[in-house]
Structure formats: C-alpha cells, structure tokens
C-alpha cells in the first residue's frame, strides 16, 4: 500500500538550514501540498503550503518539483523552539479516491 | 480568541464502554474533521463534515460515530471501545468548502484516550 514517506529523525543545530523532504507518489493532481509543525500533546500547526514551484513565507520554504511526487520544506536557521515533529499532507488517490494523508513524520531536533 | 476547543484533555474509559469526545469552534467554520493519532504515528483522518454534510473515510471502522448539531460542536462517539482504540483524537476546522488540502486546518489540542 503506497504511502506518504519522510525521514523518520534528523539532528540539527541552531543557526543551520534544515531541509525534510516528504515523497507523495499517489498525489491528487489539483492538490496543494501543505506542511504542518506539532509538539508534543499538541495539535499540528500550519506551516506552509504551495501547489508546485518555490513557495516562501516568514518562517519556511517549500519546493516541489515538477511532477509533484515529492516536496521539500526547508527552515532556515533553526533554533531550539523548532524541536517538533514535521507533517507533509497530501491527498492520496491510491485505491480510486482522494484521500487526506499525512506524511510518516519527521522528528526534527535540534541542539545547541 | 478564535480557536478550537477539547474536552476533556484526558478521558479514560472501560472496554466497551460507550464514550463521546467533543469538539467545539469559534472560528464559524464549514468543516469539521476527527483524526486518530497513536503514539509516534500520523493523524490519520476518521471522517470530516461540510457543514451538516457527513463524509467517511472508507476504512474507518462502524464502531466510530459522529454528530454535528451546529456549526460550532461536532462530537466523536465510540461505541464499544477496544484496547486499539487507545490513542489521541484531534479535531480540526477549515474554512473552506470541500475539506481538500488546500483548505488550512486549525486544530485543536487533542483528547488522549485511555482505554482499560
């Protein structure tokens, strides 16, 4: 069953550039990809999102290529606050349907 | 301010024993959406209405249930709850029309759920 991947863990330190990428094989065709941040007994927060291309707001970028089957967030300079595990959403359209699907999730932590 | 709102934080019930988590929203949203999350996975999303319009994901099981009476409550029921059941259960709002993607979800802060 296809599902939506990331890296399990990535270790960083503050002040770097930090980039998870999630792999979406099965994405619907006219759906955004949207990432979210979520700490621990939280619920996940909106962090970006964007269709294809480079898309950058205050606090991240998203590439995505041109055929859309994976998608980078990228934090520049991380700090010890950006601790938190990272979600991509797709919607899935494996089996037929169109289907709302997190990622696996990226626990990103970062040290001083 | 605007927000979305569970209750209670923890709730522990018994096998099989019905159970109802509730969700409420300020943000006058048009849907509303349940997911379950066990520890170190993925939300995975249960079902979602568009206003009063009820849609099921084709793999959640009949044993959860949902009502909406207005726009501002939604509520989750568990039939008969099982140790499998024991998990995080985060309601979501969008403001948007078809509950896809594109439409940015604010969750709440979750119910964990123990079931003994």
């Known amino acids: 069953l296809a599902k939506t991947t990331q890296p399990i863990s990535m270790d960083s330190y503050e002040g770097q550039e930090v980039n998870i990428t999630c792999s979406h094989n099965?994405?619907?065709?006219?759906?955004?990809i949207t990432w979210y941040q979520q700490f621990p007994s939280q619920g996940p927060r909106f962090i970006i999102q964007g269709y294809k291309t480079k898309v950058t707001n205050e606090v991240a970028s998203l590439f995505i290529p041109a055929d859309r089957k994976s998608s980078t967030l990228s934090l520049p300079r991380v700090s010890l606050s950006d601790t938190a595990v990272y979600y991509c959403l797709v919607g899935d359209i494996t089996g037929g349907g169109n289907k709302l699907t997190f990622g696996t999730g990226t626990q990103l932590k970062v040290e001083l | 301010d605007a927000m979305v709102i569970q209750n209670p934080r923890y709730q522990v019930t018994q096998f099989g024993k019905p159970v109802t988590l509730s969700c409420s929203q300020t943000l006058n949203h048009n849907v509303m959406y349940w997911y379950q999350q066990k520890s170190s996975q993925a939300p995975k999303l249960l079902f979602h209405y568009y206003d009063k319009d009820f849609n099921n994901e084709a793999d959640t099981p009949d044993n959860f249930q949902s009502r909406r009476p207005n726009t501002s409550f939604c509520f989750l029921d568990i039939r008969s709850p099982g140790l499998g059941d024991a998990a995080m259960y985060l309601c979501?709002?969008?403001?948007?029309?078809?509950?896809?993607?594109?439409?940015?979800?604010?969750f709440g802060p979750g119910t964990r759920l123990l079931v003994l």
């Open positions: 979501a709002t969008s403001s948007g029309t078809s509950g896809r993607v594109q439409e940015t979800q604010y």
């Open positions: 099965n994405i619907a065709t006219n759906d955004y």
